[in-house]
């Protein structure tokens, strides 16, 4: 086949990204060509490799949200603990998950580089539900057997989850080459929302397969936690399937140590010499002398992204209050549809549609409070109790119990007193003549309602009429607060992942998800301290939290107004230019230095 329409420009392009296209050098043009062009989906600029780990991240979230699932009733109907306990080891678990991806972004940069990461840990995380699913099984030792087994499980899950957050989704955004930003932006919503449809998978099936199979005489729980061991399990065979059409970047070395190092001696040079010595731009300048100018361009570059963190944690604490599982599927829907680009996404630089999404939530928790006011207000009006009385029909005097309340109706139509019963369902209520005792079944009794019970002669046959309704509010206002805190998070968490990968350095990508996620961890402890320890209402800690979200914001948008986005691949090819620079440099000074031998005269010792 001739290939003579190949210029020797599309063939030196061809050659020079045949590494990063996957294709192979010892075949013909147009076969590279094709193979290349097989690397990607369906004619776009997406690397089919985008696919597996889509696949991975959909499977690995159904595992851990099925876990967590069921995991508060395991400990509290299985290994029998009370509920502050469970829910106090609950968020230890939670909170753990999110500090250890710290550990996996370092073991990532600095030894194994991401995919290794992602597979040892992958199987490090199988090990730990295959452990917890076996501590669910009754016949499997006696109970401190099962807490063993389980606090090791969970260790386990921890260190696997947190190790491969950050590397996954930095991994990901690897596979895209450097003029493909905008199909780099969108993978990651595409990742978000195989997140949240995993998430509400799992948090659907899992208490199913609890409540609904029986196994070894209760409720299943090892079937519960076996499956999400089983989704674990197909995302490692999945990822590891895509193998061959990965971009694996290798590790950087022991970055850790280099930027800890590099900062102690910045700091130590700065303290001895700011004297005597001019002073320099930035404090890190100040290990020039030792340490490369790339390295700490690199930190300088961390640190950037670092600091504007700091505000992020107040987010994550009003997201993490509200009920997950309605969230995930408004934003499965968001993502999945694009709703969210055309309606929600701004035009614009990352940061300012973060700050947009952080006043999304705080006007999604001004909504909540105007609901939780609704409910005082009724209850107030009304009452929180309800009432009841009794007619009786019947020919004898009948007592009638119900909950602590007692109820005396006369013969022939006579009437009880109204008295307040709690709210709750009253069946099996116990009625007693002189001759004979009843059961009858009186359903709910509702918050504010007057009930008035006919007791007929037949038997003894109940009428309940309703005299006053029930306060209620209408489902309908709670989804003001979802939409907007669910396109709070959308443009929030999706703007995140991306801005991180975009302003990291190549060696400090996974070092800066990793710190991403640490903003969720802190979230978490924000909202330990104030709920715990305020002691509010709950409108006064809605609203506690949403003026705190709105003061935040716009301290976060003033510290944006003042970030130079960078970008890191131009950093790379600066630093390039220089290298070369300085090695033309010292080629010609070496050539200098030979014409300038060859050219002097021969002299005598002396």
Known sequence: MQVDWVSDGILSHYKTNEFNMGCKCDKPVCNQMLICCAQKLCGTNYPVSI????????????????????????????LNWDKDLSTAVYHAFSSLCYFTPLLGALIADSWLGKFKTIIYLSIVYVIGHVVKSVGAIPDVGDSTLHIALSMVGLVLIAFGTGGIKPCVAAFGGDQFDEENTEERTKFFSIFYMSINAGSVLSTIVTPILRGDVKCFGGDCYALAFGVPAALMVIALVVFISGSGLYKKSPPEGNVLVRVCKCIGFAIQNRWRNSKKSPKKSHWLDWAEEKYPKRLIQEIKMVFRVLVLYIPLPMFWALFDQQVQGYIQLISFVFTDTQIVVTIFHLKGHPLRKMAVGMILAAIAFCAATVVEINVIVLHFCLTIFDFCRFINTHTENINITVGTDEFYAAANYGISQNISVPRGEYNGVVCETNSNQYHIDLGLLDFGAFYT???????????????????NIHITWQIPQYVFLTAGEVMFSITGLEFSYSQAPASMKSVLQAGWLMTVAFGNVIVLIVAEGAGMEQWAEFLLFAG???????IFSIMAYFYTYVDPDQLDKTFREDTDDEKVKSSDSKKKETVSLTDMPKQTKM
Request: with cysteine; aromatic share 14%.
């Open 51 to 78: 696919a597996f780990i889509v696949v991975n991240e959909f499977c690995e979230r159904f595992s851990y949200y099925g876990m967590k699932a069921v995991l508060t009733l395991y400990f509290i109907h299985y």
């Open 453 to 471: 019970v006919i007791l007929s002669k037949v038997g003894l046959t109940t009428i309940k009429m309703e005299d006053i309704q029930a306060n």
């Open 548 to 554: 705190l979200l709105v003061a935040v914001s716009i």
